[in-house]
T-cell receptor, first 114, second 114 residues
Framework: GAVVSQHPSWVICKSGTSVKIECRSL??????MFWYRQFPKQSLMLMAT?????????EQGVEKDKFLINHASLTLSTLTVTSAHPEDSSFYIC??????????FGSGTQLSVL | DQQVKQNSPSLSVQEGRISILNCDYT??????FLWYKKYPAEGPTFLIS?????DKNEDGRFTVFLNKSAKHLSLHIVPSQPGDSAVYFC?????????????FGRGTQLTVWP
């Protein structure tokens, strides 16, 4: 199956710093990638849809200035959590869409903000 | 508002027996449903899907049943194997098989014991 690589798998940072998470589709081109967040015992919640070469579409309630998404190439999307705070601590996971009907997920990033 | 619900956080089944995982949804606009399986430290992987025009889809040991009137679907695994032990997520889409904004349940941890 297709492979989506997500890095880092976990990160601990101080409050106020920024953290960048990368999502790469290794063996296919993905014009569309999705970013999700999952709090403990909750479901995966879509944060934003990232389209190559255009601005991301954010879900209601997700601050676009706080969660910067860049999809500069067909194989790479990045999520930057700016000025992270403890309430941003969560599990972040990306997925890349192939051919419209298949989604392949990264392994996720556990973010802990101290 | 949780539009996709998996009310059982865990299920324990003996090897060789049937596992039945349940999922309910509230939005009648959903027309395509998917099950994903997730092992620890890995991203979810696609398992099986069903379109709302069908009431059953089978793939080997896995069968998904859809009851549109009840807004309920279930995943049957027969026979269950220890390697099936994982978290299973139910997801719903409203654009047919072209995947966009997926709504996920909270997942059910399946444990298959020898």
């Amino acid at each position: 199956g297709a492979v989506v690589s997500q890095h880092p798998s976990w990160v601990i940072c101080k409050s106020g710093t920024s953290v960048k998470i990368e999502c790469r589709s290794l063996d296919f081109q993905a014009t569309t990638m999705f970013w999700y967040r999952q709090f403990p015992k909750q479901s995966l919640m879509l944060m934003a849809t990232s389209n190559e070469g255009s601005k991301a579409t954010y879900e209601q309630g997700v601050e676009k200035d706080k969660f910067l998404i860049n999809h500069a190439s067909l194989t790479l999307s990045t999520l930057t959590v700016t000025s992270a705070h403890p309430e941003d601590s969560s599990f972040y996971i990306c997925s890349a869409r192939r051919g419209g009907e298949k989604l392949f997920f990264g392994s996720g990033t556990q973010l802990s903000v101290l | 508002d949780q539009q996709v619900k998996q009310n059982s956080p865990s299920l324990s089944v003996q090897e060789g027996r049937i596992s039945i995982l349940n999922c309910d949804y509230t939005n009648s606009m959903f027309d395509y449903f998917l099950w994903y399986k997730k092992y620890p430290a890995e991203g979810p992987t696609f398992l099986i899907s069903i379109s709302s025009i069908k009431d059953k889809n089978e793939d080997g040991r896995f069968t998904v049943f859809l009851n549109k009137s009840a807004k309920h679907l279930s995943l049957h695994i027969v026979p269950s194997q220890p390697g099936d032990s994982a978290v299973y997520f139910c997801a719903a889409n409203s654009g047919g098989s072209t995947l966009g904004r997926l709504y996920f349940g909270r997942g059910t941890q399946l444990t298959v014991w020898p």
